[in-house]
């Protein structure tokens, strides 16, 4: 129940990024790029930026801000780069359906005197898509990034987008690779800082210079933005704390913060349950978060699914008349979302289902 509400809750946290204007069609930029290139031939000028032309090695490394901070030592033969055609997503929970190509970009880099290695990826639009955006995307769990679920968010939008490892390796993971404790038992604080905060904070200023120089933007504005969701929520809310000028914008979804009180959260209602000695099923809490829902969404002003006005939901909401209600859903399937399976069920709500969800409003 709580899951749900928050995940409208926080929809009105989200800034938009703003709708591109629609680009040629490929066919278009085709002939464009072979009129073009005939006439630079010709005129033996700069030839016409197309994907395959901008994503070297050598561009990469071209681009790269060797001087971005005292603190940061990019290794120029680390970069990779190679044109990914026709990449598509679909049924993603995070971002419309889409179809894209874009310059996969990695390269390494270190803190002199650390000895560590920190490998950044960033996919780069086509130059003719690029709309002087650049995205940092976030992890989960205890992953610092989500791979390419976080790298295709931004592109559709004409963003260079980015992840990184943080320095935690090939797992991505602060719990899972190993090195968070020393063999003596003391923290490695490096490996902390790094996942708390430094890792978002350096892909960032490199991933907006390497943009402005990969795309010899001038004094053209980049605008930056981060997204995020539960401890890339978290993530995001580490930079826009302590580099409040960073970012133009920010999408911070269900921020992992406040980890003690969170953790009782994840215990607090089965102990209800057991407390109570009263254990109805799923269908019952969606029945009430349905009514919920129905009944606070308008106290905001605006029927649009989110809950703005959470004080007055909790004042004004009066669940004991659903009591007597009937509920009922279908099987459904176990998932990330739901829980284990379930048969379908049928139900009335009792008053000993309104004092337990009483107990956890
Ligand atoms: C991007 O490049 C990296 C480094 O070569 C590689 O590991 C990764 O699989 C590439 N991603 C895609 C989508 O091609
Ligand atoms: C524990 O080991 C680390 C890594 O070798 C070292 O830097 C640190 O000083 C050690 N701490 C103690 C208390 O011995
Ligand atoms: C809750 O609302 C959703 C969306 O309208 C609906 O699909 C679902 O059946 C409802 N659940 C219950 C228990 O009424
Ligand atoms: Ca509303």
Redesign the pocket.
């Known amino acids: 129940m709580s899951t749900s509400i928050t995940t409208r809750l926080y929809r009105s946290y989200i800034l938009p990024i703003e709708s591109i204007p629609s680009v040629p069609s490929k066919k278009m930029l085709t002939s464009v790029a072979l009129a073009i290139g005939g006439l630079a031939a010709a005129a033996n000028a700069v030839p016409f930026r197309t994907l395959a032309n901008v994503c070297t090695v050598a561009n990469v490394q071209n681009a790269l801000p060797l001087n971005v901070s005292p603190g940061i030592s990019i290794v120029p033969s680390s970069a990779t780069a190679s044109a990914v055609i026709g990449w598509s997503v679909t049924n993603s929970n995070m971002q419309p359906n889409a179809q894209f190509d874009f310059c996969n970009v990695t390269f390494s880099y270190s803190h002199p005197g650390k000895n560590d290695l920190i490998t950044v990826t960033y996919w780069l639009p086509a130059p003719q898509n690029f709309q002087n955006r650049y995205l940092s995307t976030g992890g989960g769990g205890y992953a610092i990034n989500s791979g390419s679920n976080g790298l295709q968010m931004g592109v559709p939008y004409g963003a260079v987008t980015g992840i990184t490892d943080g320095g935690l390796g090939p797992t991505n993971n602060l719990l899972t690779n190993g090195n968070l404790l020393y063999a003596n038992g003391s923290i490695n604080y490096e490996e902390l800082y790094m996942f708390g905060y430094s890792g978002q904070h350096e892909m960032a200023i490199i991933g907006q210079a390497f943009t402005q120089n990969f795309y010899a933007m001038g004094t053209s504005k980049l605008y930056s933005y981060y997204q995020g969701c539960s401890e890339g929520g978290r993530e995001g809310l580490s930079q826009v704390q302590r580099f409040a000028d960073q970012f133009d914008g920010a999408i911070i979804g269900a921020p992992a913060i406040r980890l003690p009180f969170q953790q009782i959260q994840h215990l607090y209602a089965g102990v209800a349950e057991q407390t109570l000695n009263h254990y109805p099923p799923g ?1 019952m809490f ?2 009430v ?2 009514y919920t829902l129905a009944f606070c969404d308008p106290l905001d002003g605006l029927v649009d699914g989110v809950v703005a006005r959470t004080d007055l939901c909790k004042l004004k909401l009066n669940l004991n008349k659903l009591i007597g209600q009937k ?3 279908a099987a459904q399937a176990g998932g990330f979302e739901h829980g284990p399976a379930s048969p379908a069920v049928n139900g009335t709500i009792t008053a000993a289902d309104i004092n337990l969800v009483s107990t956890l409003r």
Do not use: A, D, T
Request: hydrophobic share 10%; net charge negative; proline share 0%.
């Open positions: 269908c969606e029945y978060l349905n509920y009922s859903c």
